[in-house]
């Protein structure tokens, strides 16, 4: 069976008591950090951090299977382009003929790389610890508009939805004498007499879906909306929000004075001013 | 012969649930057979092993004597006809005409065949003035009966039918009736959920009463209604005349308003 | 003291006042059709009433239904003419959503009925009322009250998407009750339950009714309808070819020609009536039906 909403299983860990709006905050202030960082360093660290919170929180496994699975393929194309093609190599470590690999290449490759998979990374913990219902609950809370919510939730619905349908429609016309089994090419010409019935049947669900939410009071003017998910922000989301807001801005800080050689910071390697 | 019969059948949902707990039955000839309980019951998870949508997760499924895995689905779509219970899922070409040809020409009919099948069938189901019209367009009985039309037109000898009853007005319902009369008339095996009683009780000698995936009576519609316990086990209301029958204190366990007469006579002159 | 009150008000004004929906010439034709779905109909119903509405299928009863909650013609486009008053508010100048204040509809298919937005039960049934702004106090105790009215109680964790058939009418209703609607209007809202399920909601309709609900229901179960309706109407090919009590309507000759079969008690008592065997007459209850049938075997 298709999970609906989200792909949200409680394990009961820390990270899924957090305030939605605290584990945005944690993506957007994690991976703003990494990009304004000189160098890579930070994001590396920052990586490190997530391995972590994802074990903690039950989801090392498949966490290091999406770190890995992306991030490497990622890296050495990257390195690969940058190292050996980008303009602002100076430095030459590698000369294998047909490539030349520059030192500021490969650094830039490096933070690219770094700072996608900070994004990447806490973005994936938020959506794998929060319930899309509790996440839109809080949006509204923050003033949000009903409206869209919906939308976030009912995108995140379609998929599973048209899924299941799929699947009714494929048996139903298999006992039609259809094979939707065999070759690729006969798989595919199966496909086209599927297809019919679940776009059409997937308008008339809009349409109908329409009709229910305006029977149910969606349209409803002049009222603040309530929810029956409650999000509680306590004390600990707070802090954690804020401190890492002035994570974020220490960085910020730190990173334009040394734009501005204002001061000089203990950058490892190379940081490209 | 035209024969289901399942052995020791089990299945298990992917989530686990056990919707068949070892079902043993085995249903013959050309007697329509109305398999009835409540929601839930495993009625529709039955069926659907008859054409191999579902495959049992343990014991045996034997159409006309062949194990129900030997084929795909598809393949046994000229032998098992199955009705969906949402004809949404079933249609899907441009006209109610494409609809009914489309099993035969799978099949590799001829076409003189086709058009004598195309002709009688849509005139059963009823739909003969309406074979240009886009599916889409019809309302919900008449997408229905096409949805059987089209199953029909392959003429198999065991066609499976899932709440036909379901939104039926009396002229869907008389029209219904007929069919299955066609159906038993023409030799072939009809098997039908349904949950409308007085449907049931009309049109229906055999009866099979599910419960929580398992068969818990099967046999003739007298001896099923008679036992109005098992009933309450399965959650199956009598329907009216039966129940007013029992009320009033006949011996006898009546459908028809006819039968409820005849019964009320024969009780008076056996106590005289 | 109230206009209507005042013994010089009009007498219009006073009827409609007590009339919970008031159709007023209404006629209605769906765009790109060829006929009128509804020719020129007028009825009321009283506040409190339990109204069934009858007829064969594409006599106009769900585009009826569709009516009183304003999707037809806000949601369904076409021609219209005359009006529908919903405890005296037009439902032309009002919007579905505001509508939804005063009349509650369950839809036939109950899959139509939910918002696909919920991740459990609990949350679906609580949809509306979040909509109305009620607070979570309120929402939780109303929540679980229609849970164990409608024996959802155990599945209130559960996904929407993941229920049976029987469950999700459960659920359907649930969400429609919930929201403790004036008139609630029932449009074959128990075809996926099996009998017992479908006698069981039916209960708490009757319930509802009891406590002032007024109830417009769309069924083909006669039995039901004969027993249990103050009023019943038949519509036939979008006009109304009879309304009166069950008894009424139900002895009429023409009863077939309007595509509705009478219902099996009534048969019975004719049939042992007229063949002499009893002298209880013609009657569309069951007890009536008992009864005959009693006194025959006497």
């Known amino acids: 069976m298709a999970h609906a909403l989200n792909s949200f299983h409680s394990l009961g860990t820390p990270l899924e008591r957090m305030h939605p709006i605290t584990k945005i905050v944690a993506v957007l202030a994690l991976g703003l950090s990494a990009l304004l960082w000189p160098d890579f360093t930070l994001g590396a660290a920052l990586v490190l951090v997530l391995v972590v919170v994802a074990f903690l929180s039950k989801l090392g496994h498949p966490f290091m299977k999406l770190i890995l699975g992306f991030g490497v393929p990622v890296a050495v194309m990257l390195l690969f382009i940058q190292g050996g093609y980008s303009s602002r190599n100076v430095t030459i470590i590698a000369d294998w003929g047909f490539v030349r690999f520059g030192l500021e290449g490969i650094e830039h490759a490096a933070k690219l790389v770094t700072t996608l998979l900070v994004f990447l990374g806490s973005f994936y913990l938020m959506n794998k610890t929060t319930y899309a219902g509790r996440l839109v609950a809080a949006l509204t809370q923050v003033g949000v508009s009903s409206k869209i919510g919906y939308l976030i939730l009912a995108s995140l619905n379609v998929v599973p939805q048209m899924q299941l349908r799929l699947a009714v429609i494929q048996q139903a016309q298999n006992a039609r004498g259809l094979d939707t089994q065999g070759g690729l090419v006969a798989r595919l010409k199966a496909y086209i007499p599927i297809l019919g019935p679940v776009v059409l049947s997937s308008l008339t669900d809009a349409q109908e879906r329409g009709m229910t939410l305006e029977t149910r009071g969606f349209g409803i003017d002049g009222v603040r909306r309530t929810s029956y998910v409650q999000v509680h922000a306590r004390r600990a989301d707070f802090v954690v929000g804020c401190g890492l807001l002035l994570f974020l801005i220490m960085v910020a800080v730190l990173s334009v004075m040394w734009h501005c050689g204002i001061i000089p910071l203990p950058v490892l390697i190379g940081g490209s001013r | 012969m035209l024969s289901v019969e399942t052995r020791n059948l089990e299945y298990r949902y992917g989530s686990g649930h056990r919707a068949l707990k070892g079902v043993n039955l085995s249903l013959q000839g050309n007697d329509p057979v109305a398999i009835i309980g409540q929601n839930g019951a495993g009625k529709t998870t039955l069926v659907k092993h008859f054409n191999g949508i579902l495959r049992p997760t343990s014991g045996n499924v034997l159409i006309n004597g062949v194990d129900v895995n030997e084929r795909s689905t598809a393949r046994w779509a000229g032998t098992v006809g199955y009705v969906f219970q949402n004809p949404d899922d079933q249609l899907f070409l441009e006209t109610v005409r494409k609809e009914l040809e489309f099993g035969p020409l799978q099949m590799g009919l001829d076409e003189r065949v086709i058009a004598d099948r195309l002709e009688r069938i849509s005139g059963l189901v009823g739909l003969d003035d309406k074979l240009d019209v886009h599916p889409f367009d019809l309302t919900a009985t008449e997408k229905k009966f096409c949805t059987i039309g089209a199953v029909l037109m392959m003429e198999p000898g065991i066609v499976v039918f899932d709440e036909p009853t379901c939104g039926q007005d009396m002229a869907g319902n008389r029209r219904l009736e007929q069919i299955i009369k066609t159906l038993a008339r023409q030799n072939r095996l009809c098997i039908t959920i349904s949950h409308d009683m007085k449907f049931v009780t009309r049109n229906f000698r055999r009866v099979v009463v599910m419960n929580q995936g398992n068969v818990l009576v099967d046999g003739d519609v007298d001896e099923v209604f008679s036992q109005p316990d098992v009933l309450r086990r399965s959650f199956v209301a009598p329907p009216p005349i039966t129940k007013v029958g029992r009320a009033a204190g006949l011996k006898e366990t009546v459908f028809t308003v006819e039968g409820l007469m005849d019964a009320v006579k024969r009780q008076k002159e056996s106590e005289v | ?298």
Request: aromatic letters at 8%; a negative charge.
């Open chain 3, 1 to 298: 003291m109230a206009l209507w009150d005042h013994p010089l008000a009009g007498t219009d004004r006073g009827f409609e006042m007590s009339a919970s929906i008031a159709v007023r010439n209404f006629s209605f034709e769906y765009q790109g059709a060829d006929a009128r779905a509804l020719k020129n109909v007028n009825f009321e119903i009283m506040k409190g009433d339990f109204f069934c509405i009858i007829g064969a299928n594409g006599a106009g009863k769900s585009t009826l239904c569709n009516a009183f909650v304003g999707l037809v013609p806000h949601y369904f486009s076409g021609k219209i003419r005359g009006d529908i008053l919903v405890e005296g508010k037009s439902m032309r100048q009002s919007t579905v959503a505001q509508l939804s204040e005063t009349i509650g509809l369950v839809f036939q298919n109950p899959f139509n009925q939910l918002s696909y937005t919920a991740g459990t039960v609990a949350e679906e049934l609580a949809y509306s009322l979040g909509n109305r702004g009620i607070a979570y106090e309120e929402m939780e105790r109303r929540v679980q009250d229609v849970a164990r009215m409608m024996r959802i109680d155990d599945i209130l964790d559960r996904n929407p998407a993941e229920l049976s058939g029987g469950q999700v009418q459960r659920v359907a209703f649930g969400s429609t009750f919930i929201m403790q609607p004036e008139i609630l209007v029932l449009d074959e809202c128990t075809t996926q339950l099996d009998p017992m399920g479908g006698e069981e909601i039916f209960d708490i309709v009757r319930r509802l009714n009891e406590r002032g609900v007024t109830i417009v229901m769309v069924d083909h179960d006669m039995e039901r309808v004969a027993e249990h309706a103050d009023k019943v109407m038949v519509l036939d090919r979008g006009k109304v070819a009879a309304l009166g009590t069950p008894q009424e309507v139900f002895s009429a000759a023409d009863l077939d020609v309007h595509g509705v079969e009478a219902p099996d008690f009534l048969k019975i008592t004719r049939s042992l009536y007229e063949a002499g065997m009893s002298g209880h007459k013609p009657d569309v209850t069951q007890s009536g039906a008992i009864d005959a049938t009693r006194e025959a075997l006497c």
